[in-house]
């Protein structure tokens, strides 16, 4: 197993904690919430990472790698569709995972486009033994995580690959499942999407720039907390829950080592918006 660097336990950090009751009826009981999630000091990709992905790569700066990346992106997620289902499983058992999966793919695909590893997915908050299984490409896993080490990938034959598979074990199997789509499409309103009820018309076409503009403007956020606000009818349990889900991201980036300043920008909104949120819903607007 690949255990990722050791995350934030708590909320505990940060300037002035926003206090907020657990509970609608038990006021007494509250939670401290940094009014600002801390970010890790920004580190390079070790060339070794990328070298164990993609020797031929290994001088080259992880950014370029994913700039590279990006126009390929439609014809990777193409490739991991291209294997066989049957032998792809969604989920597997962490103490029975092999060291590799053979899965043939189908006729007519880039070989070139295939996945080169699996990833078995389990979360360090759970005592379940089933870990997700995804299929990857190493080369976009190792230009985007510093902290994660790929095994050594196999050449495919004329009709199956050979995927070796890698145990990690972040803080949320959930929330790694949103940054690894985020690896292939950097798109940042699929991020904030799954992280609160935000307007589509916010979300559409959303850029860094549009993002970074957003956290600035105290009326946009506003806006936004109010949406958010009015969507959940004002239930403070059911905007605590976005709010679990923006910290399960945040410790999982911090785990991997990814330091994309587009994608914090991204959390830090999403975590002001939900603040927002819950200073409405407690009345301390």
């Known amino acids: 197993m690949f255990q990722v660097a050791s995350h934030p336990a708590s909320f505990n950090q940060g300037t002035r904690n926003h206090h907020y009751p657990t509970q609608a009826q ?12 801390d970010r890790p000091p920004v580190s390079d990709i070790p060339r070794e990472v990328i070298a164990a992905a993609n020797p031929e790569l290994a001088n080259v700066p992880a950014e370029y790698i994913r700039r590279g990346l990006g126009p390929k992106a439609p014809d990777m997620l193409a490739g991991i569709q291209a294997l066989s289902p049957s032998h792809l499983p969604k989920c597997l058992p962490k103490s029975r995972l092999p060291d590799a999966l053979a899965i043939p793919f189908l006729p007519g695909a880039s070989i070139s486009q295939l996945p080169t590893h699996i990833l078995a997915v389990t979360s360090s908050k759970s005592h379940s033994d089933q870990a997700l299984i995804f299929a990857v490409h190493g080369v976009v896993v190792a230009s985007h995580c510093a902290q994660m080490r790929l095994p050594p990938s196999f050449p495919p034959t004329s009709s199956a690959v050979r995927l070796p598979v ?4 972040p803080p949320s199997a959930d929330a790694f499942k949103i940054l690894l789509e985020y690896m292939y499409n950097h798109r940042l309103d699929h991020v904030l999407r799954v992280l609160a009820p935000l307007p589509p018309a916010f979300l559409q076409k959303l850029s860094h720039n549009a993002v970074v503009h957003a956290f600035q403007s105290r009326s946009t956020v506003y806006q936004l907390a109010s949406h958010v606000y009015a969507h959940e009818n004002g239930d403070l349990q059911s905007i605590m829950r976005h709010v ?22 991204t959390i830090d909104l999403a975590w002001k918006i939900l603040l927002g949120a819950l200073n409405l819903a407690t009345g301390n607007s």
Request: proline share 8%; glycine share 2%.
């Open 26 to 37: 038990a006021p007494a009981t509250s939670l401290q919430l940094p009014r600002q999630l």
């Open 166 to 169: 890698l145990h990690i074990n």
């Open 244 to 265: 679990s889900h923006v910290k399960d991201l945040w410790q999982d980036m911090i785990a991997l080592g990814i330091h994309l300043p587009d994608l914090w920008d």
